[in-house]
């Protein structure tokens, strides 16, 4: 395998990319990169103005970005199928599923489902959209589902019984058990692929210790002023943090049921593939989500 360059990637014109959530941080620098190998780049995002910002910053940096916008609220699970009818595309060859929500400091909260909204966004709405999704995926020549976890999601405890934490809800611990529950379902959508010969791929990414603080300014992004020493040292920025997503979309050895991550202690720097061990292997846990998960979407 040759060694992947960060900054010269393989170009993909002709290719058409989704990411979710593509209008801010991890995901609209995931977005300028794709942008920048040549393939047409929509951006998932609720706000038309904030794409429409983003797509502005982008075009500033890649003059010839081929750039568009698909009104994506995942917190509203029955409008998703609408949303995809309306993207007018013959097929996909990959989608980002990268946005997410973290209410800090803030009461539980539930989507018009009556689904908690922390959950109901970053794991149930990618679970929904990628059904959606998968006619067009399976019509490209070898479309990619590459899901964004966490850090902080290898190390969550998923409780089945309470995935609603209607219990015990903390706002984080609700988060990472979202983007571990993201993570499982990945893993289990590669097994059910992989089952029926499916020539797509399913791929989990995670960003590492990506900070505010670290991450070169946008317009659609200031990076706030004060030291930056010394969590440079161990972490890094988000434009950094969306390599691993990067690399799981354009890097033509990937294989499904991979991961990729950052390569110095999974916090930051190039990415690499990462070993899928502990939780992330537990294909019992990964199949009873997925009942779970198809219950609650109906």
């Known amino acids: 395998m040759g060694q992947w360059d960060v900054h010269h990637l393989p170009r993909a014109d002709g290719k058409t990319f989704l990411v979710t959530g593509g209008n801010a941080g ?3 620098f995931v977005a300028e990169q794709l942008a920048g190998s040549g ?14 910002a983003a797509m502005s910053s982008i075009r500033s940096r890649v003059p010839d970005a081929e750039l568009g916008h698909l009104r994506l609220d995942l917190s ?11 993207l007018g595309i013959e097929r996909l060859d990959a989608v980002v599923c990268n946005a997410g929500v973290l209410l800090e400091d803030q009461p539980r909260q539930e989507t018009a489902d009556g ?3 922390t959950f109901a966004t970053n794991h149930l709405g990618h679970f929904v959209l990628t059904h959606r ?6 019509a490209a020549e070898a479309g990619r589902v590459v899901t964004t976890g966490s ?8 409780d089945l019984d309470d995935l609603q934490s209607k219990r015990d809800y903390q706002p984080k611990r609700t988060y990472a058990r979202s ?29 590492g210790g990506a900070l505010d603080s670290l991450t ?55 990415p690499r593939r990462e070993p899928v061990r502990g939780k992330l292997a537990d294909t019992a846990l990964a199949a009873r989500l997925w009942a779970a998960s198809a219950e609650l979407t109906r």
């Open 179 to 207: 983007k571990l529950a993201q993570m499982l379902f990945a893993f289990e959508l590669d097994r059910r692929l992989r089952a029926t010969g499916s020539t797509v791929l399913s791929v989990v990414d995670h960003p």
């Open 115 to 117: 689904l908690e909204l």
């Open 216 to 270: 070169p300014p946008r317009p659609v992004h200031a990076a706030p002023a004060g030291r930056k020493f010394p969590a440079g040292l161990l972490l890094q920025g988000k434009e950094a943090g969306a390599w691993p997503a990067v690399r799981a979309v354009l890097d033509p050895t990937v294989r499904g049921g991979e991961m990729f991550g950052p390569r110095v202690f999974g916090l930051r720097g190039e």
């Open 133 to 138: 999704l998968m006619p067009l995926l399976e």
């Open 26 to 28: 991890i995901g609209y």
């Open 76 to 86: 509203d699970l029955s409008s998703i199928e609408s949303s995809v009818d309306t």
């Open 39 to 52: 393939a047409t780049v929509l951006l998932g995002s609720r706000n038309a103005a904030k794409a429409e």
């Open 151 to 158: 850090f902080v999601g290898k190390s969550a405890e998923l």
